[in-house]
């Protein structure tokens, strides 16, 4: 994967867009692919952040580490993690305002202000939001401070809600500074240099019907350029020598083989049959994320699933 550079927004961006947003029906393994995601990126020589929004610290746990909390925190070469939370981003943003943290207590522990707060539909995502779009344009002294952006979003409902942020509120509130971060993000959001959305489900009926109604959202009512589709525990044809290597071993009854392939077979078909229900240009660069039958998924897990979906990830790059 080649880093190129060009001009857009008046500074310089790494080829390929800077924010990439994933998410899926909740139990696809959303997480696992934005982690994934984020140590291929960190592995090519990207610097790279990756946030979960409400994460609970599932993506330190993934890489088996102890929880990172809301501030950003380097947990391997090139790759960074923070866990957002809503509390946690409107308190730094208001610090961003105020500049003085007793004034910021002052006023978020006013008993007031904080029922106010909880009256403006979809505030704490819409300053999460708000704080990926702060790092998205965050300088060094060398350009951007971070290529890329993963975001782990929630799962397929509650990221709608998050993606549909910026236009409630900017709906609710008078102009004035939230007013303009809407509109920053909004901005952001539907940039397709800038941001893409990518979908992850599993090979299943439902899965498969709430990436059907993600893509609808996205492309017609949010404006969002659509990623990459990454199928999750996908069944592969198996090669006729694996099956001859296995009869031949004589370890197993080859009518018990005969019929634990037989079943096997008739789920992979209906799992193609699921997927068929999704748009062929979806499906066609779709990355496909093999079964790992392991005692605990944890980071050597994770780095052997980086290691196979790699060739399919760089590949329409």
Wanted: aromatic share 6%; with cysteine.
């Amino acid at each position: 994967m080649t880093a190129r550079l060009w001009a857009c927004y008046g500074q310089a961006y790494v080829s390929g867009p800077r924010l990439q947003i994933v998410t899926g029906k909740g139990g696809v393994g959303k997480t696992v692919v934005a982690t994934t995601l984020a140590l291929l990126e960190a592995e090519a020589g990207h610097t790279t952040l990756l946030a979960e929004a409400h994460g609970g610290g599932r993506v330190t746990s993934l890489l088996g580490l102890p929880a990172s909390g809301a501030e950003i925190t380097r947990v391997r070469p090139n790759l960074f993690v923070v866990d957002m939370n809503p509390r946690a981003a409107i308190h730094e943003y208001a610090r961003l305002i105020f500049r003085f943290e007793s004034l910021v207590n002052a006023v978020f522990e006013n008993a007031t202000v904080r029922r106010f707060l909880r009256l403006i539909p979809s505030l704490g995502e819409l300053v999460m939001l708000g704080k990926i779009w702060f790092h998205e344009q965050e300088q060094n002294e060398h350009g951007p401070r971070f290529d890329r952006i993963i975001l782990d979003a929630p799962a397929t409902g509650h990221a709608l809600a998050m993606l549909r942020a910026p236009s409630l509120v900017a709906a609710a509130v008078p102009p004035g500074p939230l007013r303009d971060i809407t509109r920053n993000l909004s901005i952001l959001l539907r940039d397709p240099e800038r941001t893409a959305l990518h979908l992850v489900t599993t090979p299943e009926e439902m899965p498969v019907a709430e990436t059907l109604e993600l893509l609808h959202a996205a492309q017609e009512e949010l404006g969002l350029r659509v990623g990459r589709l990454f199928i999750n525990q996908k069944l592969t044809p198996l090669a006729h020598a694996a099956l001859r290597h296995l009869a031949a071993k004589g370890d197993v009854p080859l009518q018990a083989v005969a019929e634990s392939l037989a079943l096997r077979e008739q789920r992979r078909m209906s799992q193609e049959e699921q997927l068929r229900a999704l748009p062929d240009k979806l499906r066609a660069h779709a990355v496909v994320m093999p079964r790992l039958v392991t005692a605990a998924f944890g980071y050597e897990a994770l780095q052997k699933l980086a290691d196979q979906i790699r060739p399919q990830w760089e590949q329409d790059t």
